[in-house]
């Protein structure tokens, strides 16, 4: 059971452009949602975090849109950089549970 | 401030081969993780440590997969006997507390099995 559903699996955009990839979960015990950066050859990295206290949390570029009541949360990423290349992940995680993730999207920022 | 350190990066072995993978987590932090992961998927959670005890292994394939933490420090990871279907990476993780805090990652051990 697939506690975390992530979309899309891939993603291409223009440098400059907007990156905006979703995730859903069913658990409404889930109260921490953040999302990782993973470049390759490199372990995961936390890049922003929200809780359901709040319907919106945004950090420089990154943004996170947390709809609870349709039990979505999706990462925004504002004038898409070549550097920004890499794989997102989201994750969910209820209390001191365990920290599930995503199957990931493979993002590519073309110059 | 060092972050998680793995060893080794990288490791071939056979099937039915046994192999261990060693993990210093962040000092300080109480909460590590073993996860699997494998290409082109996200971590899977195999065991969760809070100090020295088990926090949550039902994940842990227990017939072939082991895992301690001396001292509620350093973590080992075994595999014995080693299965094609278990080539991936297997990454180490530490945060001060269980949930709701940042998870530091280690760059991970590539595992190949042939």
């Known amino acids: 059971q697939q506690q975390v559903k992530q979309s899309p699996q891939s993603l291409i955009v223009q440098k400059g452009g907007i990156s905006i990839i979703n995730c859903a979960y069913e658990?409404?015990?889930?109260?921490?949602f953040p999302w990782y950066q993973q470049f390759p050859g490199k372990g995961p990295a936390l890049l922003i975090a929200i809780r359901p206290d709040v319907s919106e949390k945004k950090e420089g570029r990154f943004t996170i849109s947390f709809n609870k009541s349709a039990k979505q949360f999706s990462l925004h990423i504002m004038d898409s950089q070549p550097g920004d290349s890499a794989t997102y992940f989201c994750a969910v995680q209820g209390g001191s549970e365990k920290l599930v993730f995503g199957k990931g999207t493979k993002l590519t920022v073309n110059p | 401030e060092a972050g998680v350190a793995q060893s080794p990066r990288y490791k071939i072995i056979e099937k039915r081969q046994s192999v261990a993978f060693w993990c210093n987590p962040i000092?300080?932090?109480?909460?590590l993780y073993w996860y699997q992961q494998i290409l082109g998927q996200g971590p899977k959670l195999l065991i969760q440590?809070?100090?020295?005890?088990?926090?949550?292994d039902s994940q842990l394939p227990k017939d072939r997969f082991s895992a301690e933490r001396l001292k509620g420090v350093d973590s080992t990871l075994k595999i014995q006997p080693a299965k094609l279907e278990d080539s991936a990476v297997y990454l180490c993780?530490?945060?001060?507390?269980?949930?709701?805090?940042?998870?530091?990652f280690g760059q991970g051990t590539r595992l190949t099995v042939v």
């Open positions: 993780a530490s945060s001060l507390n269980p949930g709701r805090t940042e998870a530091f």
């Open positions: 000092s300080g932090h109480a909460t």
């Open positions: 440590f809070q100090n020295n005890g088990v926090v949550d």
């Open positions: 658990n409404t015990a889930f109260d921490y």
